[in-house]
Nanobody
Framework: QVQLVESGGGLVQPGGSLRLSCAAS????????MGWYRQTPGTKRELVAT???????NYADSVKGRFTISRDNARKMVYLQMNSLKPEDTAVYYC???????????????WGQGTQVTVPS
């Protein structure tokens, strides 16, 4: 069984910074693309940033230049450094990973439970 667990959310003033972390655990052979998504009430979950196992990050236009995604493959972790936060960044942030498992061999999406980020206006 695979779990993704986020941490690092909270309340931060406009212009401030937060760093989100996501740890993957379980019977993992490897993790392909990892990413961060966010969702506000009544809206669809939207992509924030993704990063392949051996490449650089891709970002939504709304966060380019402010957010940085990174990962530590050995520790099975992905991070999101968020700078210059704005009220419109307020959302629940979800970690995602395309995980390869064994017994049975499978490649599928896994999601974390989400962590709240609040930037008051």
């Amino acid at each position: 069984q695979v779990q993704l667990v986020e941490s690092g959310g909270g309340l931060v003033q406009p212009g401030g910074s937060l760093r989100l972390s996501c740890a993957a655990s379980g019977s993992i052979v490897s993790i392909n693309t990892m990413g961060w998504y966010r969702q506000t009430p009544g809206t669809k979950r939207e992509l924030v940033a993704t990063i392949p196992s051996d490449g650089t990050g891709n970002y939504a236009d709304s966060v380019k230049g402010r957010f940085t995604i990174s990962r530590d493959n050995a520790r099975k972790m992905v991070y999101l450094q968020m700078n210059s936060l704005k009220p419109e960044d307020t959302a629940v942030y979800y970690c995602n990973g395309v995980v390869v498992t064994k017994n049975p061999f499978q490649v599928r999406d896994y999601w974390g439970q989400g962590t709240q980020v609040t930037v008051p206006s």
